[in-house]
């Protein structure tokens, strides 16, 4: 597949480190796939949560920055991390439509053009949905995944607010199952995959997020599922702590698996 | 000239309490044209409208203007007045000086102001009135329901019996709408069918009806009284008047995994049916969508065993072309998809139901032979839970829910609940609710029943998420009352889904140019006092078209929907508004302007010959308003370039006298 | 600040209309952290509107709001009672020296696999 887009990709923090493989996939397979990831030179944090309060500016500024880097390389922006992806996607809405806080946000960065929400954000999975098109990805599978038993799970941060976001239906979304279908796997659903694993709670209430992931991986295992996919590391983090049911991966490793390419990134 | 007299209504206090009514009589008596001018209590009462005649013949008045109530209320009382003097109707105005002034402003000083004001405008306006007479028309005297419902088909019998002919369209193989899928109706628990196929019989057994089923309504033109409606009756393939509805067909066709719709498709039906035992018309219909012979050429079992020789692979839509002097829109409603709801797992569990599927499963007829079984293991449930107004009452989700109360899922709820202690005390029933609404007869005594004697749980709140694991379904749910999050393992949860108008009401209402809220549903010409007129003169509203409602008050709306027709037909002819639009020809410039905003297609074009002044003719294209179509809204007026469209009644020069006399002060 | 001020704050910086709300409870029947909370999300949305502010800021419910929005994205009149929460608790916070957590809590947080993401997140929730 030829270069079919070049995009400014956001890793965010932990990527660089306990959540390396849902870099590295990704990165990868976004090659195969003709999609060219940039990373700007310099980027912060995007803070994990976004803040809902529309007083909290400097909590905001990071996320701001980056989007106008992608907006001044005139590229969308890619983020693969689910809290990446939601903080930054909220921050753009917020300057898009909320006036006041664009023009704070604006006047305090003094720039010299100011920054209205222009750019387009996409999560990897919304780039391979509406930009790569999952017919051509389950075109590119050269080791499909063979009918494995694979549960989707969403969380909370990548679907809600639904309206903010509009990935899908946060109720009853299909993008990960979709793309599970065109690696060749089978999608299993079950009700919990947009129920919350625990997120940041953990680090003050470890029971919550116990009691928490414990229902999600009984719900898929009762459903089916031999293993789930997500797409951000605090979610994989509490699933895995609090239960030992079944494996859970990154969605850009079984990626990088069906595209065949899985052993390339290890070695 | 001409000669005004000016009558200003107290209106008790209403409008004496915050407007100066002399200083309003005193200020007007000095304005062009006015010769007379007083004030009283209340000029609508006898004694104000003899005031009125009296002035009229003693100062031989050619026009009057009432200061009062809004022209909504007493436009109609003024105008018999001045009739009753003498005086042409037409020369009555009104000046709105309690709505659109002492009800809205506080200190006398402003709203005084503000009365002589509107009152001068009015004034202004009279001086350049001009008699004008209504014109007439003949009635068709048959009628149209649209829609075979309860709704449609009560209307039909109702103006049938006052023997005036009338057809019933409805888009389905059979007649009996929603309710026939229904097992019992609340608050009586009478079986739905036993009530209403009878209805339905006496539908077809009337001679006065005629019942076009299968059959939708494409095209409709004319006005009140004579309207020309085309019917499109779609192929059934199957000879209406030869089948003898046997079912042999339906037994023996070899396509058998079609989903039927009359039990929302929780089994199949063949692709030749007849929706259900009681159908009306009895007859086959082919669904063109699944049948083999239809599809590829290759079957006919159906012709082959049909001993009356009625099958016909050949047939096509059909169109018929009908007049009717008046049309009764009984569409009714569908429940909402529950496919954006699915925080209840609606479409993750075949468990999770809406109501309408509930009634189909205890209905005898139905897919379990009434049985309350699950329909994903054919187990009987013992714990069921219900879940109230699932998309309804919904301000952010226009996208999938809505915003008003479906008003009769409180009661369906109840009957459900209850039917189930019932048949089955082994089965714990759960209802969440926001609010119960029982506002009608017998209602509330009813659901405290199901609460009291039948031991049915209310819960005050709502479900916020349902998991499907395993054989059970883990509802995690609100109790408000007592401060819980409860987590219920069910058998079976049923959704009360909101309820929406028919997708069919839109283009509808596009063709007959009645209007709709932004929710399709009909509006009707007066919320409280024209509550089944549609604004659109001879289009009448009839259940669910128009507004959520149960059965007892969908009949009673069909009833008097009815009874609005038979008054429309037992009328040779039919008095006209005259204040309606008219074209100067010799100032029409043909451009169709006027065409193209007309709301009610009043307007046509002809070619018509005119002397020039070189005594040469010339053929020009003009502008010609049929004034029985015309509803006088003005639109025309606003959109035609040249000025030669003008009002009856609101000329533009009337118009800009009145605006002329308020902007003088 | 007094209560009737604290509303005003609260509702200010959150930018909900507390009147919106039909008192269903779909927003405490959809959070998954009900069981950990002294006050739920339909409380917020009732309390705030009583002017009931003081016993919310005190209250640890608002550390085990997981801000997963899903009381956000039930709620059938667009209450938003997430945003409650995260008002109050920023309300709370912003005071001097009421921070929920400081860096003496990090280690006994660690293990091999705690990825960045949950300290920044942490951090960003509980202090100021």
Redesign the interface.
């Known amino acids: 597949m030829g270069v079919i887009m070049k995009v400014t990709y956001f890793p965010g923090c932990t990527l660089k480190n306990k959540a390396r493989d849902l870099d590295e996939y990704g990165r990868k397979s976004a090659e195969v796939l003709g999609i060219t990831l940039e990373e700007p030179k310099a980027w912060q944090c995007c803070g994990g949560v976004f803040t809902t309060a529309n007083d909290e500016i400097a909590t905001k500024l990071s996320s701001v920055r980056l989007l106008r880097s992608a907006k001044d390389a005139d590229q969308p922006l890619v983020t693969v991390c689910s809290a990446c992806h939601n903080v930054v996607k909220q921050t753009n809405h917020a300057m898009k439509n909320d006036i006041v806080f664009r023009d704070r946000v604006n006047r305090y960065m003094a720039e010299e053009t100011p920054y209205n929400g222009e750019t387009t954000v996409y999560h990897y999975l919304e780039l391979l949905r509406d930009v790569v098109g999952f017919s051509n990805v389950a075109m590119a599978v050269k080791k499909p995944l063979a009918g494995k038993k694979i549960g989707a799970y969403y969380g909370c941060l990548l679907l809600r607010p639904g309206k903010v976001l509009g990935m899908d239906d946060p109720e009853n979304p299909r993008i990960i199952e979709d793309l599970i279908v065109a690696l060749g796997g089978e999608p299993v659903i079950y009700a919990r995959r947009n129920e919350c694993c625990g997120g940041y709670v953990s680090a003050e209430s470890p029971a919550l997020a116990e009691k928490n992931s414990g229902k999600v991986i009984d719900n898929a295992a009762a459903a089916g599922a031999e293993m789930l996919v997500t797409a951000c590391p605090l979610c994989k983090y509490n699933l895995e702590k609090y239960s030992s049911k079944l494996p859970i991966v990154y969605f850009t490793e079984i990626l990088a698996e069906a595209l065949g390419i899985k052993e390339e990134v290890n070695e | 000239m001409q000669r005004i007299g000016v009558f200003v209504c107290w209106c008790g206090s209403n409008i004496a309490g915050t407007v100066d009514v002399h200083a309003v009589a005193e200020a007007l008596k000095t304005e062009s044209g006015v010769v007379f001018s007083t004030d009283y209590q209340y000029m609508c009462s006898q004694a104000g409208q003899d005031i009125i005649k009296n002035a009229i013949h003693e100062h031989s008045l050619t026009g009057i203007v009432v200061c009062s109530c809004s022209p909504r209320m007493h436009e109609a009382t003024f105008r018999k007045t001045a009739a009753a003097a003498g005086l042409n109707p037409y020369m009555v105005e009104i000046a709105n000086i309690r709505e659109q002034c002492s009800w809205i402003h506080k200190d006398m000083l402003s709203g005084t102001e503000k009365a002589i004001i509107l009152g001068k405008a009015a004034v202004a306006k009279v001086n350049l009135n001009a008699p004008l007479t209504p014109g007439q028309s003949t009635v068709t005297k048959r009628a149209l329901v649209i829609g075979g419902g309860i709704a449609g088909i009560q209307t039909a019998l109702d103006i049938a019996d006052a023997g005036f002919p009338v057809d019933i369209v409805e888009k389905k193989p059979t007649i009996g709408g929603k309710m026939a899928q229904l097992d019992k109706t609340f608050p009586t628990l009478d079986c739905a069918a036993c009530i209403l196929t009878p209805k339905m019989v006496d539908a077809a057994q009337n001679e006065n009806i005629r019942i076009y089923s299968y059959s939708e309504v494409t095209e409709v033109g004319g006005y009140v009284g004579n309207f020309d409606v085309t019917i499109k009756r779609k192929a059934r393939y199957v000879k209406e008047d030869i089948c003898t509805g046997c079912g042999l067909c339906t037994e023996k066709c070899p396509q058998k995994k079609v989903p039927n719709e009359f039990n929302l498709g929780m089994d199949n039906r063949r692709a030749i049916y007849i929706p259900f035992a009681q159908a009306v018309p009895k007859v086959a219909t082919i669904d063109a969508d699944y049948c083999t012979m239809l599809k590829t050429g290759k079957c006919g079992v159906c012709a082959k065993v049909c001993t009356a020789g009625a099958i016909d692979y050949n047939a096509k839509d059909e169109f018929v072309k009908e007049k009717y002097g008046a049309i009764v829109v009984a569409t009714g409603y569908n429940p909402i998809s529950m496919e954006k709801f699915d925080e209840f797992a609606y479409s993750q569990s075949k468990d999770v139901i809406t109501s309408l599927e509930f009634e189909r499963l205890t209905n005898a007829a139905g897919p379990t032979s009434g049985k309350l079984l699950r329909p994903s293991d054919g187990e009987h449930p013992h714990k069921i839970v219900f879940v109230q107004c699932v998309g309804s009452r919904c301000e952010n989700c226009a996208e999938k829910g809505k915003e008003y109360c479906s008003k009769i899922c409180c009661m369906y709820t109840a009957k459900h609940a209850m039917l189930i202690r019932d048949k089955y005390p082994d089965t714990d029933v759960y209802v969440f609710y926001i609010d119960v609404r029982t506002p009608g007869k017998a209602f509330d005594e009813f659901y405290r029943r199901a609460v009291e004697e039948y031991g049915v749980h209310y819960i005050k709140g709502m479900v916020g998420k349902v998991v499907p694991e395993g054989k059970k379904l883990l509802v995690q749910a609100s109790d408000l009352i007592n401060g819980k999050q409860l987590h219920i393992d069910a058998d079976l949860v049923v959704l009360a889904a909101a309820i929406e108008p028919d997708k069919s009401a839109r283009p509808l209402a596009t063709m007959l140019t009645a209007s709709m809220d932004t929710n399709d549903f009909f509006t009707e010409a007066h919320p409280k006092l024209r509550p089944v007129e549609s604004p659109t003169a001879g289009v009448f509203l009839s259940g669910c078209c128009q507004g959520p409602k149960d059965i007892p008050e969908t009949v009673s709306q069909a009833s008097a929907a009815a009874s609005k027709v038979i008054g429309l037909l037992v009328k040779d002819h039919l008095t006209g508004n005259p204040c309606i639009a008219q074209s100067n020809e010799l100032m029409c410039n043909g451009c169709s302007s006027c065409e193209r905003v007309c709301p009610y297609g009043a307007i046509t074009y002809e070619e018509k010959e005119f002397r020039m002044p070189d005594r040469t003719t010339k053929l020009r294209r003009v502008a010609s308003v049929n004034p029985a179509v015309c509803q006088g809204c003005g639109a025309c007026t606003v959109a035609c370039p040249s000025g030669a469209m003008d009002l009856n009644g609101f000329k533009n020069n009337q118009i800009m006298a009145e605006v002329d006399a308020i902007c003088k002060m | 600040m007094n209560n009737t001020e604290l509303k005003k704050e609260i509702l200010?910086?959150?930018?909900v209309n507390v009147k919106?709300c039909?008192?269903?409870?779909?927003?405490?029947?959809?959070?998954?952290?009900?069981?950990?909370m002294e006050f739920?999300p339909?409380q917020f949305a009732s309390m705030i509107d009583n002017g009931e502010i003081e016993p919310l800021l005190r209250s640890d419910s608002l550390?085990?709001?997981?801000?997963?929005?899903?009381c956000?994205?039930?709620?059938?009149?667009?209450v938003?009672p997430?945003?409650l929460i995260?008002?109050v608790r920023?309300t709370a916070i912003r005071k001097q020296g009421a921070n929920?957590?400081t860096a003496d809590?990090v280690p006994q947080?660690l293990?091999d696999?705690?990825?960045?993401?949950?300290?920044?997140?942490?951090f960003?929730?509980?202090t100021k």
């Open positions: 200010r910086i959150s930018g919106k039909m008192k269903c409870g779909k927003c405490s029947a959809s959070c998954p952290a009900y069981d950990e739920h339909h550390y085990r709001c997981l801000s997963c929005f899903a956000m994205e039930r709620c059938p009149r667009g938003e997430a945003k995260e008002a920023l929920r957590m809590d947080m293990d696999n705690t990825p960045g993401q949950l300290l920044v997140s942490a960003r929730k509980y």
